[in-house]
């Protein structure tokens, strides 16, 4: 048998099918059917093509790209998820599955982007800074990481504080109008109260804002403080991450005309990431569920609370 006119990946294929065609032309198609174990139609149709195209008439026929199998109903929401809600594959699969009780494989999605022209989320670098490995607390309130974001609102720098419980991943959130000891000691009375659970330790960096003073109230409190290794904001990850999140879906999306509108918008956002909003590192749940399933919570969602 020649190889000629039959492309490399199809050669062993052809050679099946010429065991086929030449027990047909010897036998007759019923006994050739039986042998191979195929239909007889299957086996006419290769001998149709075997003599009309030569072993060439034998190379499989597949269509380029077979037609897709999801239904209309579960792309648009792919598109939904994509293009309105700007998820990637990952999270447009728990999504999908914690919303709307579908099983989509993250490959599926990803190639269903490709088809709306949106293959990827944004521009990333080539080459990015080599990540820590993140430990994990194993209860609530064992170590909250505490920072600060720098947001615009109405063309005024505000300063967003944010707390992030290292085991649940439930965060506290308020906007102050300045950065400095008055308002690391209001927040820290704010995220005492705002917890369900108690805090044992808060961790922060070295910054103006964190003096003495912070450490000696946290200490008064009942907690115990850390400062984390200076230009090492790694230490400080989880609570770093979420201020990206906090750009990419809260502050990137929308604009408020004074600050009193952003403190109401960021009270509501904290509680859309709390009880909402599912997240990749605690395997699709919220930090509610997180909170709940440690055993720290037995109560259903609070409701947003009011500025």
């Not at 004074?258 to 918008?265: I, L, M, S, T, V």
């Not at 709390?274 to 749940?285: D, I, K, Q, V, Y």
Request: some cysteine.
């Amino acid at each position: 048998m020649t190889d000629s006119g039959v492309p490399a990946q199809y050669r062993l294929r052809v050679k099946q099918r010429m065991v086929a065609v030449r027990y047909a032309e010897e036998h007759g198609i019923k006994p050739a059917a039986r042998h191979c174990g195929v239909a007889r139609r299957t086996v006419r149709t290769w001998l149709r093509r075997w003599k009309a195209g030569g072993e060439a008439g034998l190379v499989p026929r597949y269509p380029s790209r077979r037609p897709r199998r999801l239904p209309g109903t579960t792309i648009e929401l792919i598109r939904i998820a994509r293009v309105e809600l700007e998820f990637g594959a990952p999270r447009t699969r728990v999504w999908l599955h914690r919303v709307h009780q579908l099983h989509v494989n993250a490959r599926t999605i990803q190639r269903v982007f490709r088809d709306l022209g949106r293959p990827r989320l944004t521009k990333r670098p080539r080459r990015r800074p080599r990540q820590m490995k993140l430990f994990e607390k194993e209860q609530p309130g064992e170590s909250v990481q505490v920072d600060v974001k720098v947001v615009t609102v109405a063309k005024e720098k505000v300063f967003q504080y944010t707390a992030l419980d290292d085991c649940t991943r439930m965060r506290v959130l308020r906007l102050y109008p300045r950065l400095n000891q008055h308002a690391s000691l209001h927040f820290l009375g704010e995220l005492a109260r705002a917890f369900p659970f108690p805090v044992h330790k808060i961790q922060c960096d070295n910054g103006s804002e964190f003096p003495l003073a912070f450490r000696l109230a946290v200490e008064a409190a009942g907690m115990r403080h850390r400062y984390i290794t200076p230009r090492r904001p790694q230490q400080n990850g989880k609570v770093e991450r979420s201020h990206r999140i906090d750009s990419e879906e809260f502050w990137g999306r929308q604009a408020f005309a004074n600050r009193a509108d952003a403190e109401r918008g960021l009270r509501e956002w904290e509680h859309r990431y709390n009880h909402e909003r599912f997240s990749l590192a605690l395997a699709g749940r919220t930090p509610i569920e997180k909170l709940m399933a440690t055993g720290g919570l037995s109560l259903p969602p609070a409701v947003p609370r009011s500025a």
